[in-house]
Nanobody
Framework: VQLQACGGGLVQAGDSLTLSCLTS????????MGWFRQAPGKEREFVAA????????WYTNSVKGRFTIARDNAKNTVYLQMNSLKPEDTAVYYC????????????????WGKGTEVTVSS
């Protein structure tokens, strides 16, 4: 299974950005998916997750109301729509796949992609 994240870039505070994560080699439609991020000098942290059936989502408090996770099973892709970006959102964003029971726990994910960097200037 391979996960390929893309869509990062340099934006200004208040801008929007959409990250995408394409999954190949597995049964994507049965994978719970998630996004994590790691800021310079900090540990990787949970951002958002979506159940394999798509009906349930989870968010860390700092992004609630600004970020939206969604999935398109026909395209084997999970998205992270990020609005009203803040400088503190600056990080490398990672896509994780096939979590079990604990969507907020990175240790419960079976697959990871390489990150895509998001930089938000003030």
């Amino acid at each position: 299974v391979q996960l390929q994240a893309c869509g990062g870039g340099l934006v200004q505070a208040g801008d929007s950005l959409t990250l995408s994560c394409l999954t190949s080699g597995g049964t994507f439609e049965y994978f719970g998916m998630g996004w994590f991020r790691q800021a310079p000098g900090k540990e990787r942290e949970f951002v958002a997750a979506i159940h394999w059936a798509g009906g349930q989502t989870w968010y860390t408090n700092s992004v609630k109301g600004r970020f939206t996770i969604a999935r398109d099973n026909a395209k084997n892709t999970v998205y992270l729509q990020m609005n009203s970006l803040k400088p503190e959102d600056t990080a490398v964003y990672y896509c994780g796949g096939d979590w079990s029971r604990e969507p907020r726990n990175g240790k419960k994910y079976n697959y990871w992609g390489k990150g895509t960097e998001v930089t938000v200037s003030s």
